[in-house]
Each structure stands twice: as C-alpha cells, then as structure tokens.
C-alpha cells in the first residue's frame, strides 16, 4: 500500500458522532495518520509488530497500523459511544483490533509500539500528560502528535527526558480541525503539529 492510498482510506472513516470538547475529541485527519504510521513503518516498527493506539477515538490510527500489517493492535478509549464508531471503521477496513473500553491510565499490556493522538492539552491543561506516562510505560518506540508551539516543544522535551527517552521531532504537518466546538469561530481551524518519535534511552 502506498502512503497516499493509506491517507485517503483513512480520511473516507467515519468520524465522532457527538464530538466532546472535554475530552478534546477531533479525529486525525487521514493524511497526517499517514504520514505518522508511514513514518513509524518505515522505521520498522509496525509490520509484525504488537501495537498500541492510546485514546484511539474512531480508530484511524489503529486501523492504519493493522493495514500496514502489524501483529496485533490493541486501541484504547473511555468514551464507549467513539468506540462504537472505531469498531465499524475496524471492520469495513477488515482490520482485526482489540479495543478496551478504559481510560488510558489502565492500560497494562506491554507493547512494541505506541501510536497515539492525544488531547492537545488545549481545553485541560496537561491532558496529554497520562497519555505519554502510559506510552513511556509500556513501549520503547513512541509516535505522538502535539501542537508544534515554543512551548509546548520545550514541555515534551523536558517531560521526556525526565522519564527516560528521548524525544525526535520528525516532521511538522498542518493540522485541520473542524468548527464543531463552540469556541471555534471559524469553520475550519488551520494549527500546525508535530509528529514525534519517542526512543528510550
Ligand atoms: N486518533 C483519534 C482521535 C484522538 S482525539 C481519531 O482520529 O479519531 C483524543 C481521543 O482521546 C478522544 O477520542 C478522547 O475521547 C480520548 N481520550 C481523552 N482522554 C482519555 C483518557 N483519559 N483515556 C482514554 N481516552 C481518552
């Protein structure tokens, strides 16, 4: 499968029902889903491999990580109604996932991989936070996207650093999110994110 053909499968899945502002719902658009799963499959650390997508919302990135050929997915949500979306994308993908219903800090399986898109930490600060001590927690290769501001570079860094890995900026991706919250005055808001490789030490 081509990178471009994994984007515009990705971008055709159904997204949130009922978008949660609290819980920072805005599913990845499908060309940065690809570029962050080529990006990880390039590095070999997706095919064969066993695989964790934390907060995994509709399912993107789970369902891209099994189409790439990953041995097992695990995806992870708390909120049952997105997981019910993820399910439908997984099967019309043909993409055999194991999802849990459960907040993320009580995911326990160790994994070679994780894959996420956490809440920007735009709406509660610091909501990215249990996502990277989770991840840290159960892999050693990490691929994540946050908002590519001074600040929130210099977090991560630091953050990383003081719990063992070490953090890669890989590429910078313009990020679209839809209107759908009400403080969003535009109908499409244009931020730009940074997609991060995570190694430990
Ligand atoms: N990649 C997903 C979107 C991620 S948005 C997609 O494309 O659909 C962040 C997701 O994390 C949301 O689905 C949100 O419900 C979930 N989430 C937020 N806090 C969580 C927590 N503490 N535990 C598990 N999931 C959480």
Redesign the pocket.
Known sequence: MRKKHLAMLLSRLEG?PEP?PE??????PGDV?AELLWLAHSAGDIEGKVVADL???????AVGAKLLGAERVYA????GK?LKVARKNAERAGAEIEFINA???EFEEKVDTVIM???FGSQRKG?DR?FLLKAFEVADRVYSIHLAKPEVRNFIKKFSADNGFTAIRLTTVPFEIPAQFRFHRKRLERILADIYRFERY
């Open positions: 949130f949660k819980l920072e719902q805005y599913r990845t889903a907060g995994t919302g509709t399912g993107v990135l992870v949500e708390v909120d997105a907040d993320v800090s898109n956490p809440p909501a249990p």
